[in-house]
């Protein structure tokens, strides 16, 4: 575990104006990957000691933590994130924390996978955020309660040891741990608030579900498909195109800048292993002044393979669910949509199987990965 930007100590008092104007953050060289933590993929908060001021399941809200000063409850300040109380020792004698003590949560994945990297965000937590965090994984099968993680013979795998963060800052740590979790324990110590949590890695399904499913979506986040590289990020990320299920609004696909040139934009996509293309859906729900005006795909079967037109340049309608039936399987392993010439889709679904050769490198690579 490496720290990648270190930050210490607390921030100063909020005196007004923009709350982010003095946030602490860094460019991390793994948050192109992705979050494995994320809401979409069905992640969740399943249980915490703590959770007085503020609710456990802030941690793993999509946007950036919200800070409005004037907003107080019952209970004080009302905190965008997961926020428990004050600690205290036994005693007027021993009135501070043991070095021991400390709140937790557990933190279920929404796609079980490869951690590369770790953002402990306290955002707008200037002199409540925790002294310290440390952050453990476990690989449990199915659908384990807070009590079959709690047992005592779950043996949990350190991420990040216990290390000094700083208040109001993205806290980022590199992992490289090389295995296959499906839950964290995210440790404060000894109390105190963090406004999000980011857990960025690779996808690794579990291979006996994707066989017994048949047909699925190759490309999508949940089963192992990721982008590659993309001309355009200006609106939002190309990797919204492979999002569990349909967009929710405009911001939720892929938006590109407006050309002024005589070139197009394009994604290109890494499927979950190789497998055979039978069909395909382009959905531009939500774009409608700006869904491209036209796409093609392209597929390719290894690395040294040439590029194939699976689907001529075709023209796509605003806010629509296109459906294509392939005349003939495609085998690949990678696959790239071109739009012309700029815009934006909500969805890419590649719907099909793996191939046997494609079934036993994933079947390899899971138990590689202690799966």
Known sequence: ?????????????????????????????????????????????????????????????????????????HKGKIMDGWETRRRRGVSAVQPHPVDA???????????????????????????????????????????PSPEDLRAPDVKWTTLVPRTAIGGHAANGFAVDAGQRFTHLRVNQHPDGGIARLRVYGEVAPDPAWLTALGTFDLVALENGGRVED???????????????????????????????????????????????????EIDTAYLKGNSAGWASLSARDG???????????????????????????????????????DGGISRLRLHGSLTEQGARRLTARHAELGG
Do not use: C
């Open 230 to 280: 993309a001309s355009d990020r200006f609106y939002s990320p190309a990797t919204n195109t492979i999002q569990p299920g349909r967009s929710r609004k405009m911001d939720d696909g892929w938006e590109t800048r407006r050309r002024r040139d005589k070139g197009n934009d394009w994604i290109r996509y890494r499927l979950v292993e190789q497998a055979d293309i039978r069909a395909v």
């Open 101 to 143: 003590d400390h709140d937790w949560a557990l933190v279920r994945l929404g796609a079980p996978g490869v951690v590369h990297g770790i953002v402990v965000d306290t955002a707008h937590f200037r002199g409540n955020y925790p002294q310290a965090v440390s952050v453990e994984a476990v690989s449990l099968p199915g659908s």
């Open 303 to 341: 690395e040294g393979g040439d590029w194939t037109e699976i689907l001529p340049r075709t023209r796509l309608q605003p806010d629509t669910d296109h459906r294509f039936v392939l005349p003939a399987a495609v085998r690949a392993e990678q696959v790239r949509m071109d739009i012309f010439p």
């Open 1 to 73: 575990m490496t720290a990648t930007a270190h930050f210490t100590g607390d921030a100063n008092p909020y005196g007004g104006g923009d709350p982010y104007a003095d946030y602490r953050t860094a460019d991390f060289p793994f948050t192109h990957l992705v979050d494995l933590a994320d809401r979409r993929l069905g992640a969740g908060v399943i249980a915490a000691n703590d959770e007085f001021f503020a609710e456990r399941e802030n941690l793993l809200k999509p946007e950036p933590a919200h800070f409005d000063p004037e907003r107080f409850g």
